[in-house]
């Protein structure tokens, strides 16, 4: 991280080429939603689909679900993969049905993850097989090609993968979720070029994400990492409800005695006014009961000494 900056210390005079970025015309990316109507119904308050299904969500779905990760180390330290310290991290942006009941990869013809899971489209034998994605993009070389350094070194920051590079859970995200919700199909874009609908993607989950900084709601309640005292499910539930006026899904593994209480996730559930990309989010309860249990106290764990590192938003 602190590489250009030594190298504009250094090597005055302060040309663009002193930070080596390839020379790439930022191109548009977003859909044309020039022909949309003013939204005025938030997705699940009503029955009737949107005549325009890039305009606002299609086909039932309309639970929006900002997605974060607690992991206290990457694995991939050594290769100078770290977690972003007073934060926690993106995992994506998923949509499933008012029900919460969902799909996943949707549309093969944009399946850019590399080990599908599940591996099928239902995640059953007798699903679609999802092949896994043996081309030449990345994650990192669609954000470059449109010119969207700024988000690629967000992402890097604070949508961190563990035991894999942050470029497989990105592809991984956009294509199991992204490529169902019907706001980001190839038909809403004029002029469709692949990869715009991937960058608007981790453009849009990027967004939903910012509205809920889960390290910031717990810190409310004086709820903070901690390898020597517990908190409790009721306890994050009610920082949530006061700072967003709804309950989140999180989500616990077992402790060493089998009782699921440490923390590794939050799912923030959200009904949306016009586009999952630029539209209005508004927090609903979850539809998904916490694994988290109720009974005894929760792990909110420390991260590992090494694993963290302070990152510029
Ligand atoms: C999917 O994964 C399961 C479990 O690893 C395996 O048994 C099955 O053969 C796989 N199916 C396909 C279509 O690859
Ligand atoms: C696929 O398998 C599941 C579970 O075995 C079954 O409920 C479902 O009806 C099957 N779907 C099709 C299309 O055969
Ligand atoms: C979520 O549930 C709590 C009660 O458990 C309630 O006070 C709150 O209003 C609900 N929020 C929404 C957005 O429905
Ligand atoms: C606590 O969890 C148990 C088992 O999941 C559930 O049946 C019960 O309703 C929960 N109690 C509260 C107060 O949420
Ligand atoms: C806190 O505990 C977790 C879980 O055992 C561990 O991974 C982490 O390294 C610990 N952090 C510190 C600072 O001790």
């Known amino acids: 991280m602190l590489a ?9 005079p302060l040309a663009a080429s002193a930070l080596s970025l390839p020379s790439v015309t930022p191109a548009f ?16 308050t009503t029955d009737v689909s949107p005549e325009n299904t890039c305009c606002a ?3 039932g779905q309309g639970l929006f679900l900002a997605t974060q990760f607690w992991n206290t180390f990457t694995g991939l330290e050594d290769k100078g993969q770290f977690l972003p310290k007073n934060s926690w991290g993106i995992h994506g942006l998923w949509s499933d049905f008012c029900d919460g009941t969902y799909t996943q990869y949707c549309d093969l013809s944009r399946q850019y993850d590399p080990s599908p899971s599940p591996n099928t489209t239902n995640g059953l034998p007798n699903g679609t097989v999802v092949p896994p994605y043996t081309g030449k993009e990345t994650a990192t070389s669609m954000l470059q090609r449109f010119g969207r350094f700024d988000l690629a070194r967000y992402v890097d920051g604070f949508w961190i993968n563990r035991g894999d590079t942050n470029d497989v859970l990105h592809q991984h995200e956009f294509s199991k979720h992204g490529t169902c919700m019907t706001t980001f199909d190839k038909a809403c874009y004029s002029d469709y070029q692949e990869g715009q609908d991937f960058v608007d993607y981790i453009a849009a989950a990027v967004r939903a994400n910012k509205q809920f900084p889960t390290f910031d709601i717990l810190a409310t309640r004086g709820i903070y990492p901690s390898n020597s005292t517990t908190t409790t499910l009721a306890e994050m539930n009610a920082a949530f409800l006061s700072s967003t006026g709804a309950i989140p899904y999180f989500g616990c593994v077992a402790d060493e005695t089998g009782a699921k209480t440490v923390l590794t996730e939050v799912w923030v559930y959200n009904h949306v006014l016009g586009t999952p990309q630029f539209g209005q989010y508004s927090p609903v309860n979850t539809t998904y009961p916490s694994t988290c249990s109720n009974s005894t106290g929760i792990h909110y764990y420390e991260r590992t000494v090494g694993s963290e590192v302070s990152k510029w938003a």
């Open 4 to 12: 250009p900056l030594t190298v504009l210390a250094v090597a005055a």
């Open 57 to 59: 969500p299609g086909a």
């Open 29 to 44: 990316t977003y859909p044309s939603l020039k022909n949309c109507p003013v939204s005025t119904e938030y997705s699940c």
